[in-house]
C-alpha cells in the first residue's frame, strides 16, 4: 500500500516569513495529492490539491509543486500570518479500482507556528 | 460546496456499552464514505472505507466485528462502537465522495467519544 511520509513535524516561522513542507510518497499509481490544514477538534480543510499531470499550483499565499520522478510534493507558503498557524496534512490518492473513489493515505502532520 | 454532516459531535459513555456515529451528506449522493480515527497529536488512519448497499472494506488490524459500519443510502453511513473500551476513545471522522472517478472527498466535522 501507500506510505506517506512528512517532513518538518513542527515548524516556526516569524510572521512575514515562508513556510514551507515536504512529503514523499511511495506508490506510483498515486495521482493526486490534497495538502489539509486541520486546527484542533476541528475537521481537514482542503487548502490546495494538485494532480500528477501538473507540476505546480498556486492559489494567492499558498502554492505545492510535485515531482513525479522523486515521487515527492512539497507545499509552500508565503507572507505567512499568525492565522496560518495550525497542523497540515499531506496526502496522497490513487483510486482503489477503475471507476471507484478515491482513497486517501495521510503524512504524519506538520505543527505550523507562525510567531507575530 | 458539499456538505458531510457528523452526529453526535461528541459522547461520553461507559466502558462496554455501544456507540453509534452517524455520518450525513446533505447536498449530494455518497457513494463512497470513508471513517477514519484520529488520535490526540496524532494524522487520520483510516479505519474502512463502506460503498453503498455493500459491506464496508476494514484496513488492516481494524476490528469489524467492533466497528460495525453500514452504508444504507446515498446519503446516511454509520459507524457503531460496540463493546467500546477506553482504548477507543479518539475524534472519529467521516468523509464523503460522489459518485464516479470523484477526487475530493468530503469531510464531517468529527465525533469526539470518550470512553470512561
Known amino acids: 500500500g501507500e506510505n506517506v511520509e512528512q517532513h518538518p513535524s513542527t515548524l516556526s516561522v516569524q510572521e512575514g516569513d515562508s513556510a514551507v513542507i515536504k512529503c514523499t510518497y511511495s506508490?506510483?499509481?498515486?495521482?493526486?495529492f490534497p495538502w489539509y490544514k486541520q486546527e484542533l477538534g476541528k475537521r481537514p480543510q482542503l487548502i490546495i490539491d494538485?494532480?500528477?499531470?501538473?507540476g505546480e499550483k498556486k492559489d494567492q499565499r499558498i502554492a505545492v509543486t510535485l515531482n513525479k520522478t522523486a515521487k515527492h510534493f512539497s507545499l509552500h507558503i508565503t507572507e505567512t500570518q499568525p492565522e496560518d498557524s495550525a497542523v497540515y496534512f499531506c496526502?496522497?490518492?490513487?483510486?482503489?479500482?477503475?471507476?471507484?473513489?478515491?482513497?486517501?493515505?495521510f503524512g504524519s502532520g506538520t505543527q505550523l507556528t507562525v510567531l507575530p | 460546496g458539499a456538505v458531510v454532516s457528523q452526529h453526535p459531535s461528541w459522547v461520553i459513555c461507559k466502558s462496554g456499552t455501544s456507540v453509534k456515529i452517524e455520518c450525513r451528506s446533505l447536498d449530494f449522493q455518497a457513494t463512497t464514505m470513508f471513517w477514519y480515527r484520529q488520535f490526540p497529536k496524532q494524522s487520520l488512519m483510516l479505519m474502512a472505507t463502506s460503498n453503498e448497499g455493500s459491506k464496508a472494506t476494514y484496513e488492516q488490524g481494524v476490528e469489524k466485528d467492533k466497528f460495525l459500519i453500514n452504508h444504507a443510502s446515498l446519503t446516511l453511513s454509520t459507524l457503531t462502537v460496540t463493546s467500546a473500551h477506553p482504548e477507543d476513545s479518539s475524534f472519529y471522522i467521516c468523509?464523503?465522495?460522489?459518485?464516479?472517478?470523484?477526487?475530493?472527498?468530503?469531510f464531517g466535522p468529527g465525533t469526539r467519544l470518550t470512553v470512561t
Open positions: 468523509s464523503a465522495s460522489g459518485a464516479g472517478v470523484a477526487y475530493e472527498q468530503y
Open positions: 496526502a496522497a490518492s490513487y483510486a482503489i479500482s477503475s471507476g471507484s473513489a478515491r482513497q486517501l493515505t
Open positions: 494538485i494532480r500528477s499531470n501538473v
Open positions: 506508490d506510483s499509481a498515486s495521482n493526486y
